[in-house]
């Protein structure tokens, strides 16, 4: 019967009726009973997930409390950043440290281009290295840090032009970059890292200086203004605070799960257990970069990778393997050639990389390359396509641009000389009928190219690295040998063109060192490609096997001598307003065609904060000093002598600077106003400069020939070798 129809007559009789009514008041009440009892079951399983979540958190404040966060040299905590990080960036960071190892503090910067800031650890020093898109500025600053010791980093960036730099509160570093003042921002793709960086940045080794992280704890971390980790307040914004390690934590190995993959063959599954691949895989919510490891016995021919939508850089995921397996063939073929590629390629005259020219290079060219030169004629960029071309070569050390857009061709010449075994940038851009060189940090020299030809090129040619184009060489060239010495980047329109093997010939990793078979006992330099032992006083000789007489009347200096000075009582001297030096000395009967350094402190290039006592080629005394607004140079008129003995002081009272000789009325002069203090954290040299590691070939400048009885800084005077933090090659001078 149907429902309604029984529902209808059962309403006639009362009873009935009474009866269908009970029967759907019970089936309302079971309803609404079991919608309560849902209810209490949801609430209670919330409540559940509420305190086993509370529960966590609060487990999670036990381990952290108090307990700054522990970085072991692979991993790291990235942090959220706001848009108002483009133009400034004012960061605090307390740290200390575990070991005494270079690595990456901080960073923050894009993924896949040039713009970046970073803090690392540099042996005994914090480097803060940034570059807006237009080169690399490096503010060092001296430090000592103890082992468990806490320290603090403030670093202010404003704009691209402007530095500063405080450890501990101590000595302030400013730098200001004149050239940079019309470029404004730093692009931060998603946050800012802590601790180290991911590996997948672009030339993350050659921004920073390193390529894994520092091995220390950080309890605090400020990023204009806002508090990103501060350990004692339970402070972590960290995208990850789980995966972090505290200071005192034992480390726990990520958690490994295992994924079976069945090889189907012929549509049925293989159950052969040596037929099934485990690939083992780290937990993907773990910070940092997870490690595939290899399958074993599968050859990269018999799988293909198949992959998801690709996530946002900086955020790895792991690749599903879909494997099909292909018919043996027993056929042998010759293997492919392993492709390599070389972090710094040296080029030897006769080395070259070819690669197809990019479409965009018919339009406009945007080119930098970074060098060090072994010679002083090379060529390192060649581009020809008909009548159209673009070549970089080194010609009497310096660096020249051959351009054309058809007709006639146009020659740029850098402001100076680059010196050999430096590592130098240049840049060249050509856009429309503009071409501008710059190397270095010299200003840009521009010029404009003559009419151009409209006809359409069928093709773009080839670009040559490190040789010219010998069937193709243009007119307005003299034929040129290849260049000579190492390359470790190029940016072509944008790219970064590749340092293979598949496009290169007799290219090899950069090395030019002629120490490797001399035997010297510790450090060795290289001079005209010849060995020069370093030896550690009182202890010289060609291969250190002579000792000095602890007593001796004066310090000689042999042209590779020099003696690092670190103490205190002598930098804070150099650091401040101002300086009273004076230095007794003699030079040796010898012709030198370059300065001849006495006292030396600060940057080796001259174009950041340093003082330098020289005598030049004339053998009259200098004086150079920049405060970081400009350059001085005081020239004293009185010619010194051979073999006699002189004393040069010097006095600097703010930007008031006074040079005498022998006590004759002194000369004066002004330093450029906007800077009283030098910012030199890096020693006192005597008898030479900063020498840096390799080679002596390319300077300037030499070492002191001849002795030094004592030089006074103030109320400190230095008459000895054992005053001083290093001292190489220094002999017995008998007065």
Same mark, same amino acid.
């Given at each position: 019967?149907?429902?309604?129809?029984?529902?209808?007559?059962?309403?006639?009789?009362?009873?009935?009726?009474?009866?269908?009514?009970?029967?759907?008041?019970?089936?309302?009440?079971?309803?609404?009973?079991?919608?309560?009892?849902?209810?209490?079951?949801?609430?209670?399983?919330?409540?559940?997930?509420?305190?086993?979540?509370?529960?966590?958190?609060?487990?999670?404040?036990?381990?952290?409390?108090?307990?700054?966060?522990?970085?072991?040299?692979?991993?790291?905590?990235?942090?959220?950043?706001?848009?108002?990080?483009?133009?400034?960036?004012?960061?605090?960071?307390?740290?200390?440290?575990?070991?005494?190892?270079?690595?990456?503090?901080?960073?923050?910067?894009?993924?896949?281009?040039?713009?970046?800031?970073?803090?690392?650890?540099?042996?005994?020093?914090?480097?803060?290295?940034?570059?807006?898109?237009?080169?690399?500025?490096?503010?060092?600053?001296?430090?000592?840090?103890?082992?468990?010791?806490?320290?603090?980093?403030?670093?202010?960036?404003?704009?691209?032009?402007?530095?500063?730099?405080?450890?501990?509160?101590?000595?302030?570093?400013?730098?200001?970059?004149?050239?940079?003042?019309?470029?404004?921002?730093?692009?931060?793709?998603?946050?800012?890292?802590?601790?180290?960086?991911?590996?997948?940045?672009?030339?993350?080794?050659?921004?920073?200086?390193?390529?894994?992280?520092?091995?220390?704890?950080?309890?605090?971390?400020?990023?204009?203004?806002?508090?990103?980790?501060?350990?004692?307040?339970?402070?972590?914004?960290?995208?990850?605070?789980?995966?972090?390690?505290?200071?005192?934590?034992?480390?726990?190995?990520?958690?490994?799960?295992?994924?079976?993959?069945?090889?189907?063959?012929?549509?049925?599954?293989?159950?052969?257990?040596?037929?099934?691949?485990?690939?083992?895989?780290?937990?993907?919510?773990?910070?940092?970069?997870?490690?595939?490891?290899?399958?074993?016995?599968?050859?990269?021919?018999?799988?293909?990778?198949?992959?998801?939508?690709?996530?946002?850089?900086?955020?790895?995921?792991?690749?599903?393997?879909?494997?099909?397996?292909?018919?043996?063939?027993?056929?042998?073929?010759?293997?492919?050639?392993?492709?390599?590629?070389?972090?710094?390629?040296?080029?030897?005259?006769?080395?070259?990389?070819?690669?197809?020219?990019?479409?965009?290079?018919?339009?406009?060219?945007?080119?930098?390359?970074?060098?060090?030169?072994?010679?002083?004629?090379?060529?390192?960029?060649?581009?020809?396509?008909?009548?159209?071309?673009?070549?970089?070569?080194?010609?009497?050390?310096?660096?020249?641009?051959?351009?054309?857009?058809?007709?006639?061709?146009?020659?740029?010449?850098?402001?100076?000389?680059?010196?050999?075994?430096?590592?130098?940038?240049?840049?060249?851009?050509?856009?429309?009928?503009?071409?501008?060189?710059?190397?270095?940090?010299?200003?840009?020299?521009?010029?404009?190219?003559?009419?151009?030809?409209?006809?359409?090129?069928?093709?773009?040619?080839?670009?040559?690295?490190?040789?010219?184009?010998?069937?193709?060489?243009?007119?307005?060239?003299?034929?040129?040998?290849?260049?000579?010495?190492?390359? /470790?980047?190029?940016?072509? &329109?944008? =790219?970064? @063109?590749?340092?293979?093997?598949?496009?290169? #010939? $007799?290219?090899?990793?950069? *090395?030019?060192?002629?120490?490797?078979?001399?035997?010297?006992?510790?450090?060795?330099?290289?001079?005209?490609?010849?060995?020069?032992?370093?030896?550690?006083?009182?202890?010289?000789?060609?291969?250190?096997?002579?000792?000095?007489?602890?007593?001796?009347?004066?310090?000689?200096?042999?042209?590779?001598?020099?003696?690092?000075?670190?103490?205190?009582?002598?930098?804070?001297?150099?650091?401040?307003?101002?300086?009273?030096?004076?230095?007794?000395?003699?030079? /040796?009967?010898?012709?030198? &065609?370059? =300065?001849? @350094?006495?006292?030396?402190?600060?940057?080796? #290039? $001259?174009?950041?904060?340093? *003082?330098?006592?020289?005598?030049?080629?004339?053998?009259?005394?200098?004086?150079?000093?920049?405060?970081?607004?400009?350059?001085?140079?005081?020239?004293?008129?009185?010619?010194?002598?051979?073999?006699?003995?002189?004393?040069?002081?010097?006095?600097?009272?703010?930007?008031?600077?006074?040079?005498?000789?022998?006590?004759?009325?002194?000369?004066?002069?002004?330093?450029?106003?906007?800077?009283?203090?030098?910012?030199?954290?890096?020693?006192?040299?005597?008898?030479?400069?900063?020498?840096?590691?390799?080679?002596?070939?390319?300077?300037?400048?030499?070492?002191?020939?001849?002795?030094?009885?004592?030089?006074?800084?103030?109320?400190?005077?230095?008459?000895?070798?054992?005053?001083?933090?290093?001292?190489?090659?220094?002999?017995?001078?008998?007065?």
């Amino acid at each position: 019967m149907n429902v309604r129809v029984g529902r209808d007559m059962c309403y006639k009789t009362m009873d009935c009726r009474v009866n269908w009514i009970q029967m759907f008041n019970i089936q309302k009440k079971k309803r609404i009973c079991e919608e309560k009892n849902t209810k209490v079951r949801n609430k209670y399983i919330s409540i559940q997930k509420n305190n086993r979540t509370k529960n966590i958190i609060r487990k999670q404040k036990r381990v952290s409390n108090g307990r700054p966060l522990s970085f072991r040299g692979s991993n790291y905590a990235e942090f959220p950043i706001r848009d108002n990080a483009y133009l400034e960036t004012n960061i605090t960071i307390q740290f200390k440290l575990d070991e005494h190892k270079d690595g990456i503090i901080f960073f923050g910067g894009e993924l896949m281009g040039d713009d970046f800031l970073s803090i690392t650890l540099d042996g005994p020093n914090i480097i803060m290295r940034h570059d807006c898109g237009e080169g690399t500025i490096e503010d060092m600053y001296h430090g000592k840090f103890g082992i468990g010791e806490w320290h603090e980093i403030n670093v202010w960036r404003k704009n691209c032009d402007l530095t500063e730099m405080t450890i501990d509160g101590g000595h302030k570093l400013v730098d200001r970059a004149d050239e940079f003042k019309n470029y404004k921002g730093i692009t931060m793709d998603e946050g800012v890292f802590l601790g180290a960086a991911p590996h997948n940045i672009e030339f993350l080794q050659q921004k920073t200086g390193a390529f894994e992280g520092f091995r220390g704890c950080v309890r605090l971390l400020v990023v204009n203004g806002e508090v990103l980790l501060n350990t004692n307040e339970t402070i972590n914004k960290a995208y990850d605070s789980s995966a972090n390690y505290y200071c005192g934590e034992e480390e726990s190995k990520p958690e490994r799960k295992q994924k079976k993959i069945v090889i189907i063959k012929d549509g049925k599954e293989i159950e052969d257990s040596d037929d099934v691949i485990q690939i083992e895989m780290f937990d993907l919510t773990q910070r940092g970069i997870p490690k595939i490891m290899e399958t074993p016995g599968l050859h990269p021919s018999v799988y293909k990778l198949t992959t998801t939508t690709n996530p946002p850089l900086g955020h790895p995921i792991l690749k599903e393997l879909i494997v099909t397996q292909e018919p043996t063939k027993t056929t042998q073929t010759t293997p492919t050639p392993l492709k390599t590629s070389w972090k710094v390629a040296h080029f030897n005259g006769s080395s070259k990389i070819v690669v197809t020219a990019p479409d965009s290079i018919l339009s406009y060219l945007e080119l930098s390359i970074q060098f060090k030169a072994e010679k002083q004629n090379g060529v390192l960029f060649f581009w020809k396509e008909d009548s159209k071309f673009l070549i970089v070569t080194i010609e009497n050390s310096f660096v020249k641009v051959y351009a054309s857009l058809g007709v006639d061709a146009t020659i740029l010449r850098s402001e100076n000389a680059v010196s050999l075994y430096h590592w130098h940038k240049l840049e060249v851009w050509r856009s429309g009928k503009g071409v501008l060189l710059k190397v270095n940090k010299q200003g840009w020299v521009e010029s404009e190219l003559h009419a151009a030809r409209t006809e359409v090129l069928e093709g773009t040619g080839r670009i040559f690295i490190g040789s010219l184009d010998e069937q193709d060489i243009p007119t307005v060239m003299k034929d040129m040998e290849g260049f000579s010495g190492c390359v /470790k980047r190029i940016r072509l &329109n944008g =790219r970064s @063109i590749s340092m293979q093997s598949i496009h290169a #010939t $007799h290219v090899t990793e950069c *090395f030019t060192d002629p120490c490797t078979t001399y035997g010297c006992p510790k450090k060795c330099l290289a001079h005209n490609s010849m060995p020069i032992c370093q030896c550690d006083w009182p202890m010289s000789g060609r291969k250190c096997t002579i000792a000095t007489d602890p007593e001796i009347s004066a310090m000689k200096f042999s042209g590779f001598s020099y003696m690092e000075v670190d103490n205190e009582s002598v930098m804070s001297h150099i650091t401040g307003d101002s300086l009273d030096m004076a230095v007794n000395f003699k030079i /040796k009967n010898t012709t030198q &065609n370059v =300065r001849q @350094i006495v006292v030396s402190a600060g940057d080796v #290039t $001259h174009e950041d904060d340093f *003082f330098e006592l020289c005598i030049d080629t004339n053998r009259f005394v200098r004086f150079a000093l920049n405060l970081g607004s400009g350059t001085i140079v005081l020239t004293h008129p009185k010619r010194i002598e051979e073999e006699r003995w002189v004393t040069v002081e010097v006095i600097r009272k703010k930007n008031l600077v006074k040079l005498s000789v022998n006590g004759e009325d002194p000369i004066t002069g002004f330093a450029p106003e906007g800077a009283e203090q030098l910012n030199v954290y890096r020693n006192v040299f005597i008898g030479s400069n900063h020498i840096p590691e390799g080679t002596l070939d390319g300077r300037d400048y030499t070492g002191l020939e001849g002795c030094i009885i004592s030089l006074r800084f103030d109320q400190t005077t230095i008459s000895h070798p054992k005053q001083s933090r290093t001292a190489i090659n220094i002999q017995d001078c008998s007065i």
